[in-house]
């Protein structure tokens, strides 16, 4: 650090942001961060989706679904009996539906023998409801309801179709590549548009519009600013060196983990001795209650104010800020 920049270390003070106010500011901006981050994927998918690309392979999705009989309208035989509009009020025509659907399915071309329809008719015949097996063998070797309640066929037609017709589908060929394609375009579509949002505000509204302090959102509304450990300013290098630090640890990683460096981070901020959540602690930042104090962006900025306002000083001893019990606000 420059004698100059000593100078003025010691000259002004800053108290650090309440720990509540950063917790808030932090969720503020989370909350931001994600609305804008969903709301732009929203307008994209919409658009994206009338590219004739996707437009293709979700027609392509859509016709395996209702080739394969599990799917009416759109919905799941298994939900689709459900609702009202169905048609389907009685228990045994809701279990007659979902019967014959099934059977359509195991029949069909997805399967190039006969044996998933085997391994269907076995689980029949192992079911049990209670202590009541519902199936039976008949004369003809075929396997036939017995009469008992309606309601008990309906239950297990369903988990067929949840537990083991979905497994048959999914992993058709011709299906799962629709999916990988729908599925992964989904995932880049709001992988840009997280970054889009976090570009916007976490960079360019710290760097450009609340230069002062490098606020985003949130820290303006909470009137918390950050400094360097030379009680000015961050600069411009330092600032885009911690939001990709942000941006790959925060977010990707913490995405992956579980939000995993969130709870570091945290973990840090209430327990450290300086009080640093771990962005403060690698860049050797500091965020601090600006409400009452002006921030100064270099040596230049300082001097022009200090015709202006009233000296202050950042206890510092070392030059360097710390955290003890004599008077020491760091």
């Given amino acids: 650090m420059k004698t100059s920049e000593k100078a003025i270390s010691k000259e ?11 917790i808030a500011s ?22 994206l989706q009338e590219t004739p690309f996707l ?19 759109g919905n799941l035989i298994s939900t689709y009996v459900d609702m009202d509009e169905s048609g389907l009020s009685a228990a045994r025509e809701k279990k007659d539906f979902l019967k014959e659907k099934i059977d359509v399915f195991y029949r069909s071309s997805f399967f190039s023998n006969d044996d998933a329809e085997k391994e269907y008719h076995s689980r029949c015949l192992e079911y049990s409801y209670g202590n009541e097996r519902l ?39 011709e299906y799962a590549e629709t999916t ?36 985003t959102l949130g820290m303006k509304s909470f009137k918390i600013s950050l400094l360097s450990v030379k009680a000015l300013n961050v600069t411009r290098a330092s600032y885009v060196g911690r939001y990709f630090f942000l941006v ?27 009080h640093q959540d771990l962005a403060d602690y690698v860049f050797n930042h500091y965020q601090v209650d600006s409400s009452n104090q002006e921030v100064y962006l270099d040596l230049a ?15 510092n001893k ?3 800020l710390t955290n003890s019990k004599k008077g020491n606000f760091f």
Wanted: hydrophobic fraction near 45%; proline fraction near 3%.
């Fill in 135 to 173: 199936f039976q063998e008949g004369r003809d070797g075929k396997v036939e309801e017995k009469p008992l309640n309606p309601e008990y066929f309906v239950t297990f037609y369903k988990e067929e179709v949840t537990d083991h017709c979905l497994s048959y589908l999914y992993t058709s060929k």
């Fill in 55 to 73: 437009k293709e392979n979700s027609n392509k999705r859509l016709t395996i679904q209702n080739e394969s009989g599990l799917y009416v309208e």
């Fill in 301 to 315: 900025d300082y001097y022009l104010h200090m015709q202006e306002k009233s000296k202050a000083t950042l206890e």
């Fill in 318 to 320: 070392e030059l360097d």
């Fill in 248 to 274: 790959f640890v925060y977010i990707i990683l913490g995405f992956f983990s579980f939000l995993l460096p969130e709870f570091v981070s945290l973990g840090m901020l209430l327990f450290s001795s300086r």
């Fill in 26 to 47: 932090f969720f503020l901006d989370a909350v931001i961060f994600l609305f804008t981050a969903v709301t732009l994927f929203s307008f994209a998918n919409m658009a």
């Fill in 12 to 22: 002004l003070i800053y108290h650090p942001a309440k720990t509540w106010k950063r």
């Fill in 180 to 215: 990988v394609v729908s599925l992964s375009t989904m995932i880049a579509e709001f992988a840009s548009c997280a970054l889009l949002s976090s570009f916007l505000f976490f960079l360019v509204i710290p760097l450009w519009i609340c230069k002062r302090g490098r606020q």
